[in-house]
């Protein structure tokens, strides 16, 4: 009797094994994927094949199909056809040199080489210059016998990595109008260009307090029609949506043409990563149903360990949604610019960095919406993280934060942590202006920017949470933390700052249980500060039930709008001043529709939870500048102080302005501190983002950022065009030549010191 080739093959392994592996088609030449000519033995890679794309050789994927192929390891280049749709089914995809095939969906098989000759490995769904027209869609699947844990996965190990689709103008807007219960349309704040009849879209929550048939969450929907800045969709709204004012929701759009997904959402899911001395950038491009969950290293979009190897990459304009673990990580990375993405639903942290040696990453105009608690990660970088849900979470503040906006996520939108302790140190090796590194306490560092960042819509506890576990270490006071223009609204705790040497300029808080709450006033220095329709704690004293303040707190300009404060002062007093220099001076201070009719009505006196006997000799005075008039001050003491008790008979009750625990009296000749001159010794730092060639010149465009103001922007000697506030874009046409040198200097005299260089191809 003959047996089938295939029956022997099954008959000779052990029971429970599978056959031997099949072995690997190689590439012949370059040519079409679905050409037999461009393969070894001219048959087309089929279901289960193991494919290996040979170095020299460019294969163009250009098929439609349901087979999955086993593995792809791409030592050439694998580029997808921009000009018709295309389906690739696979469950590994290795980009890396070496003419070798790999399973391994996590580490790099070897080190690339030191030296690159040629091009290098590539995956090019679309480019920057020539993005996919029709659809690319990569789905991963998990394959018998392959590594569940580490696969499937498209892992870059020294190679290139693009993914582009077509460009959105905007990736999510604000919007335009209020959304009613039962509405089919909605009406956006601005027009919106590449986005498309059938998109899904998210109208994001904005009433998380109140009736509950009016209590909003997020919702999706499918674009039905667009008119003008009017979008229809396929089913009437269940929830209000605030649209006008300074209180509005935003809509997303999570669908593009160019989508890496996890054919199995429900079974073992996939995830995307870059190693250091990769290249290549992301750019509307989808990423759903990705992420390992609670499995380390294993997230939606992964920067891993790159440090300044891929200068120049970014993520723009993507979507990346319902992921078991993260959306965007970046470890161990530097210079990334993570741009105009939206994350929607995300177990563990959404935009997080990852180990607290990270520095000079831009993270700008980004949507978090739905970041929910996860577990610790097993053998995770920083054991403190609780992995609690944060739309943006990182250790190392020396990166910028700007427009970014986090709503509906399940315990913060953006928490700094950093906890010492016995086994960890925050002591890591952070790179220098000049391109050296040293060994820094990362508590210290501020950022290099904090600015126009927004949060809403509480599920959780925290909005902005800015210092957990650093224990009073911060940066020195000639360099400071800075925050500018931040809104939050409709929360429960509202800023935390933990910090000390913190400036805030034009903080908006509204809606929000606690306003400024648990405070470490050591340093701090506000500005024009309005909080609104806040009614239990608006203004807290220092670190909340410990009372205790340890330095300067001064405030110019604070409104309180609204509140509704029910015996409860609008500012608390700190009981302990155990450095001897807690000091607190107000002024410009405002009441708007307070409504209190307590006999306890004030604007300054101890706290409503425990009120602990000062420790101190010396109590935290809060002096009112201009109180009872222009030049006249008030200064305002708890009754508990060691300043009341050495001549009680000197203070007074002041109706509205004291209470129960605290009196004031009038003093002269204490003048209101002047905001510190910080130390402007940052110089910004520059990425260049792209390089094209535009009638016979190069066109480059990038990205600088500084903690102060950018003077100038050069390419090759010419100076740049700003298209973003503060060169935070900017664009540049030189002549042709075999490099390009884009270096930037700021106002206060700072050169950058290590220019960035890109070789043109």
Same mark, same amino acid.
């Given at each position: 009797?003959?047996?089938?080739?295939?029956?022997?093959?099954?008959?000779?392994?052990?029971?429970?094994?599978?056959?031997?592996?099949?072995?690997?088609?190689?590439?012949?030449?370059?040519?079409?994927?679905?050409?037999?000519?461009?393969?070894?033995?001219?048959?087309?890679?089929?279901?289960?094949?193991?494919v290996l794309v040979c170095e020299g050789h460019t294969v163009v994927y250009d098929a439609k199909s349901d087979a999955v192929i086993r593995g792809i390891s791409v030592s050439g280049t694998l580029v997808f056809n921009t000009e018709q749709d295309t389906v690739l089914n696979v469950g590994l995809i290795k980009i890396q040199a070496g003419n070798e095939y790999s399973e391994e969906g996590f580490d790099c098989d070897h080190?690339?080489?030191?030296?690159?000759?040629?091009?290098?490995?590539?995956?090019?769904?679309?480019?920057?210059?020539?993005?996919?027209?029709?659809?690319?869609?990569?789905?991963?699947?998990?394959?018998?016998?392959?590594?569940?844990?580490?696969?499937?996965?498209?892992?870059?190990?020294?190679?290139?990595?693009?993914?582009?689709?077509?460009?959105?103008?905007?990736?999510?807007?604000?919007?335009?109008?209020?959304?009613?219960?039962?509405?089919?349309?909605?009406?956006?704040?601005?027009?919106?260009?590449?986005?498309?009849?059938?998109?899904?879209?998210?109208?994001?929550?904005?009433?998380? !307090?109140?009736?509950?048939? #009016?209590?909003?969450? %997020?919702?999706?929907? *499918?674009?039905?029609?667009?008119? =003008?800045? /009017?979008? $229809?969709?396929?089913?009437?709204?269940?929830?209000?949506?605030?649209?006008?004012?300074?209180?509005?929701?935003?809509?997303?759009?999570?669908?593009?043409?160019?989508?890496?997904?996890?054919?199995?959402?429900?079974?073992?899911?996939?995830?995307?990563?870059?190693?250091?001395?990769?290249?290549?950038?992301?750019?509307?491009?989808?990423?759903?149903?990705?992420?390992?969950?609670?499995?380390?290293?294993?997230?939606?979009?992964?920067?891993?360990?790159?440090?300044?190897?891929?200068?120049?990459?970014?993520?723009?304009?993507?979507?990346?949604?319902?992921? !078991?673990?993260?959306?965007? #990580?970046?470890?161990? %990375?530097?210079?990334? *610019?993570?741009?105009?993405?939206? =994350?929607? /639903?995300? $177990?563990?942290?959404?935009?997080?960095?990852?180990?607290?040696?990270?520095?000079?990453?831009?993270?700008?105009?980004?949507?978090?919406?739905?970041?929910?608690?996860?577990?610790?990660?097993?053998?995770?970088?920083?054991?403190?993280?609780?992995?609690?849900?944060?739309?943006?979470?990182?250790?190392?503040?020396?990166?910028?934060?700007?427009?970014?906006?986090?709503?509906?996520?399940?315990?913060?939108?953006?928490?700094?942590?950093?906890?010492?302790?016995?086994?960890?140190?925050?002591?890591?090796?952070?790179?220098?202006?000049?391109?050296?590194?040293?060994?820094?306490?990362?508590? #210290?560092?501020?950022?290099?920017?904090?600015?126009?960042?927004?949060?809403?819509?509480?599920?959780?506890?925290?909005?902005?949470?800015?210092?957990?576990?650093?224990?009073?270490?911060?940066?020195?006071?000639?360099?400071?933390?800075?925050?500018?223009?931040?809104?939050?609204?409709?929360?429960?705790?509202?800023?935390?700052?933990?910090?000390?040497?913190?400036?805030?300029?034009?903080?908006?808080?509204?809606?929000?249980?606690?306003?400024?709450?648990?405070?470490?006033?050591?340093?701090?220095?506000?500005?024009?500060?309005?909080?609104?329709?806040?009614?239990?704690?608006?203004?807290?004293?220092?670190?909340?039930?410990?009372?205790?303040?340890y330095g300067t707190l001064v405030v110019d300009g604070l409104t309180f709008d609204g509140c509704r404060s029910g015996g409860m002062p609008l500012i608390q007093i700190s009981d302990d001043n155990p450095t001897g220099n807690a000091v607190t001076h107000m002024r410009n201070v405002k009441t708007v529709n307070w409504t209190d009719g307590s006999k306890q009505r004030a604007l300054a006196n101890l706290g409503g939870g425990?009120?602990?006997?000062?420790?101190?000799?010396?109590?935290?005075?809060?002096?009112?500048?201009?109180?009872?008039?222009?030049?006249?001050?008030?200064?305002?003491?708890?009754?508990?102080?060691?300043?009341?008790?050495?001549?009680?008979?000197?203070?007074?009750?002041?109706?509205?302005?004291?209470?129960?625990?605290?009196?004031?009296?009038?003093?002269?000749?204490?003048?209101?501190?002047?905001?510190?001159?910080?130390?402007?010794?940052?110089?910004?730092?520059?990425?260049?983002?792209?390089?094209?060639?535009?009638?016979?010149?190069?066109?480059?465009?990038?990205?600088?950022?500084?903690?102060?103001?950018?003077?100038?922007?050069?390419?090759?000697?010419?100076?740049?065009?700003?298209?973003?506030?503060?060169?935070?874009?900017?664009?540049?046409?030189?002549?042709?030549?075999?490099?390009?040198?884009?270096?930037?200097?700021?106002?206060?005299?700072?050169?950058?010191?290590?220019?960035?260089?890109?070789?043109?191809?």
């Amino acid at each position: 009797m003959r047996f089938a080739p295939s029956l022997v093959a099954f008959a000779l392994v052990a029971p429970g094994a599978f056959a031997a592996d099949p072995p690997v088609i190689k590439s012949l030449k370059g040519g079409p994927w679905s050409a037999p000519t461009t393969w070894v033995g001219g048959a087309v890679p089929a279901a289960g094949a193991r494919v290996l794309v040979c170095e020299g050789h460019t294969v163009v994927y250009d098929a439609k199909s349901d087979a999955v192929i086993r593995g792809i390891s791409v030592s050439g280049t694998l580029v997808f056809n921009t000009e018709q749709d295309t389906v690739l089914n696979v469950g590994l995809i290795k980009i890396q040199a070496g003419n070798e095939y790999s399973e391994e969906g996590f580490d790099c098989d070897h080190a690339a080489p030191s030296e690159k000759k040629g091009a290098p490995p590539a995956l090019v769904v679309g480019s920057g210059e020539l993005p996919i027209k029709k659809t690319a869609r990569i789905r991963l699947h998990h394959v018998e016998g392959m590594n569940r844990e580490t696969c499937p996965a498209i892992v870059c190990c020294g190679g290139r990595m693009d993914l582009h689709g077509q460009p959105l103008s905007r990736g999510w807007v604000k919007l335009g109008a209020p959304a009613k219960i039962g509405d089919t349309n909605i009406t956006l704040a601005e027009g919106v260009k590449g986005w498309k009849v059938g998109d899904r879209i998210i109208v994001t929550g904005t009433q998380t !307090h109140g009736n509950a048939k #009016t209590e909003s969450t %997020t919702e999706e929907r *499918v674009i039905t029609g667009i008119e =003008g800045t /009017k979008l $229809i969709f396929d089913k009437a709204l269940s929830m209000a949506h605030l649209g006008d004012g300074e209180y509005r929701a935003e809509v997303a759009n999570l669908s593009r043409n160019v989508v890496v997904e996890s054919a199995d959402p429900a079974g073992v899911r996939g995830h995307t990563m870059y190693h250091k001395d990769s290249s290549g950038s992301l750019s509307y491009a989808e990423f759903r149903h990705l992420g390992k969950k609670e499995i380390l290293g294993k997230y939606a979009i992964h920067f891993h360990l790159c440090r300044d190897t891929m200068r120049g990459s970014s993520v723009v304009g993507c979507s990346i949604w319902d992921s !078991h673990n993260r959306w965007v #990580t970046v470890h161990g %990375t530097d210079y990334l *610019v993570v741009r105009d993405n939206v =994350g929607y /639903k995300s $177990i563990g942290h959404g935009f997080f960095l990852e180990d607290g040696t990270e520095t000079y990453n831009v993270l700008d105009r980004n949507l978090a919406v739905g970041a929910v608690r996860g577990k610790r990660l097993p053998k995770q970088v920083l054991p403190f993280d609780g992995n609690e849900g944060a739309g943006f979470w990182w250790t190392c503040s020396l990166n910028s934060f700007t427009r970014n906006v986090a709503t509906e996520c399940d315990n913060y939108w953006f928490r700094y942590e950093a906890t010492s302790g016995s086994s960890l140190k925050l002591v890591f090796p952070i790179r220098q202006p000049d391109g050296s590194r040293k060994n820094v306490d990362v508590r #210290t560092l501020p950022f290099v920017r904090f600015e126009d960042n927004e949060v809403h819509s509480v599920h959780g506890l925290y909005g902005v949470n800015l210092g957990e576990g650093v224990n009073r270490v911060g940066p020195d006071a000639a360099h400071p933390f800075v925050v500018k223009n931040l809104k939050i609204w409709d929360t429960h705790y509202g800023f935390r700052p933990q910090v000390p040497n913190l400036i805030v300029e034009n903080l908006h808080i509204h809606k929000v249980a606690y306003g400024v709450y648990h405070p470490n006033f050591d340093g701090h220095y506000y500005k024009n500060v309005l909080i609104s329709q806040t009614n239990t704690e608006p203004f807290n004293r220092g670190h909340d039930d410990a009372s205790v303040q340890y330095g300067t707190l001064v405030v110019d300009g604070l409104t309180f709008d609204g509140c509704r404060s029910g015996g409860m002062p609008l500012i608390q007093i700190s009981d302990d001043n155990p450095t001897g220099n807690a000091v607190t001076h107000m002024r410009n201070v405002k009441t708007v529709n307070w409504t209190d009719g307590s006999k306890q009505r004030a604007l300054a006196n101890l706290g409503g939870g425990p009120r602990p006997t000062p420790k101190s000799a010396k109590g935290v005075p809060i002096f009112f500048h201009g109180y009872f008039g222009p030049g006249r001050v008030a200064m305002v003491v708890s009754t508990k102080s060691g300043e009341f008790k050495e001549q009680p008979n000197t203070f007074r009750e002041e109706k509205n302005l004291t209470g129960d625990g605290s009196r004031v009296t009038e003093v002269k000749d204490v003048e209101f501190p002047a905001f510190p001159k910080f130390i402007d010794d940052l110089p910004p730092a520059t990425i260049i983002t792209g390089v094209s060639k535009k009638d016979g010149k190069l066109l480059v465009r990038g990205s600088t950022i500084d903690n102060g103001t950018v003077k100038r922007v050069t390419v090759n000697g010419t100076e740049a065009k700003a298209t973003g506030a503060n060169f935070g874009e900017w664009e540049a046409t030189v002549d042709a030549a075999p490099e390009v040198k884009a270096t930037s200097e700021d106002a206060a005299g700072n050169v950058e010191k290590t220019p960035m260089v890109v070789k043109v191809k």
